[in-house]
């Protein structure tokens, strides 16, 4: 390991911290955890290699605003978002203000510690590497118009069922269609899908409205 790595826990559930804390600091990452928002603000300095694991819904200041509050402060901080499934609109709506990642619970271990993994390596090499914009526009020229329906729905975030309502088809299609195009757009996460579509412009201003 070269340089001290660290991540930022803000989640107001004290045994979420305690365990994502240990999970991180087995690994040789140091972890500093916060109860709310407004305490991470208030104590957070910028550093070398680190980012932040943030709980969308909290009491007060939630995920979402503490985002907006550090990128508005000009802070760079990776910040990985962990949100319910019901909230996949507002994670989406956070990779807009510039999340570096969400995660759905329940998530792995595993998961938490892959995303973990490219937030540092984002924040050592000062950002992650921009995506290649005409390169993402070409796999979504690619796609079906059907298949660009349904990546229409989920940049808005919206899960299956709903998307097989606006189609008016089934939600068994819907998986169909979304496992084509998710290895057509050679993603392999929902993230990775939203951020490449973001990259390409897609789906325009005022699409899905």
């Known amino acids: 390991m070269t340089g001290a790595r660290t991540v930022f826990i803000v989640d107001d559930d004290e045994s979420v911290r305690e365990s994502l804390a240990a999970l991180l600091e087995a690994q040789g990452i140091a972890a500093v955890a916060f109860a709310s928002a407004e305490a991470f603000l208030l104590g957070y300095r910028p550093q070398g290699a680190a980012c932040a694991v943030v709980d969308l819904r909290m009491p007060g200041m939630d995920g979402l605003t503490l985002l907006e509050h550090l990128r508005q402060k000009g802070f760079t901080l990776p910040v990985i978002v962990v949100t319910g499934h019901g909230d996949v609109p507002l994670a989406v709506r956070a990779m807009k ?50 298949e660009r329906d349904i990546l229409q729905q989920l940049v808005i975030g919206h899960p299956n069922k709903v998307i097989a309502h606006h189609l008016d088809i089934s939600p068994r299609t819907v998986e169909i269609h979304r496992a084509n195009l998710m290895k057509k757009m050679q993603a392999d996460s929902l993230p990775h899908l939203v951020r490449m ?12 409205q």
């Open 97 to 146: 203000a510039g999340a570096a990642d969400f995660i759905e619970k329940p998530y792995s271990n595993a998961s938490l510690l892959d995303a973990v993994a490219r937030a540092l390596a984002g924040s050592q090499a000062d950002g992650p590497a921009p995506l290649d914009q005409a390169e993402m526009r070409q796999r979504i020229a690619a796609l079906t118009p059907r």
């Open 197 to 208: 579509a973001l990259a390409a412009g897609f789906p325009g201003d005022g699409a899905g």
